[in-house]
T-cell receptor, first 112, second 109 residues
Framework: GENVEQHPSTLSVQEGDSAVIKCTYS??????FPWYKQELGKRPQLIID?????GEKKDQRIAVTLNKTAKHFSLHITETQPEDSAVYFC???????????FGTGTRLLVSP | EAQVTQNPRYLITVTGKKLTVTCSQN?????MSWYRQDPGLGLRQIYY???????DKGDVPEGYKVSRKEKRNFPLILESPSPNQTSLYFC????????FGSGTRLTVV
């Protein structure tokens, strides 16, 4: 079955810096790669996703890139702000409405 | 408002006392699932359902049951809870991305 590895487990940056979180997946048939943000005590919320027919997707300060050949995808956050501090999870799935396999999460801390 | 409603938010119970965590969605999604979240282990799937009366095991199904008698509801049942089932549980429904419920923090003593 699918296995998703996520790095780093913790990431500390200064406000205004960029942050990059990387994930690799094992099943070449996976086609859907979402990213979730989980603030302390709250539910994970979808922040951006990408499908396998696209190499990059942007939404304001966040972007996701996908390299299907190498089976890895990354989340990029630019101009980080303290409210970006949270745990971020990557995930992979065959389709968007089937089983998601999650990475173990990255705790991002943005210091003012 | 599109949402997944999960209850209760917090639950403390004793070993062996049967409990049910309810989950309901109003988005007419066919796919629903249950995850547990533990420190360092991320989110692991317990059970999922592709549609009414269609359920299957996820990665960590031992000690859990589910049912899907209606499209909107997908309860999680712990017939005989044990301390190793102390965890944070999330229900989710999906159509190109999961919508999670607010979570149930379960403590089994």
């Amino acid at each position: 079955g699918e296995n998703v590895e996520q790095h780093p487990s913790t990431l500390s940056v200064q406000e205004g810096d960029s942050a990059v979180i990387k994930c690799t997946y094992s099943d070449s048939a996976s086609n859907y790669f979402p990213w979730y943000k989980q603030e302390l005590g709250k539910r994970p919320q979808l922040i951006i996703d990408i499908r396998s027919n696209v190499g990059e997707k942007k939404d304001q300060r966040i972007a996701v890139t996908l390299n299907k050949t190498a089976k890895h995808f990354s989340l990029h956050i630019t101009e980080t702000q303290p409210e970006d501090s949270a745990v971020y999870f990557c995930a992979a799935s065959l389709t968007g409405f089937q089983k998601l396999v999650f990475g173990t999460g990255t705790r991002l801390l943005v210091s003012p | 408002e599109a949402q997944v409603t999960q209850n209760p938010r917090y639950l403390i119970t004793v070993t062996g006392k049967k409990l049910t965590v309810t989950c309901s969605q109003n988005m007419n999604h066919e796919y629903m699932s249950w995850y547990r979240q533990d420190p360092g282990l991320g989110l692991r799937q317990i059970y999922y359902s592709m549609n009414v009366e269609v359920t299957d095991k996820g990665d960590v199904p031992e000690g859990y049951k589910v049912s899907r008698k209606e499209k909107r509801n997908f309860p999680l049942i712990l017939e005989s809870p044990s301390p190793n089932q102390t965890s944070l549980y999330f229900c989710a429904s999906s159509w190109w991305g999961y919508t999670f419920g607010s979570g149930t923090r379960l403590t089994v003593v």
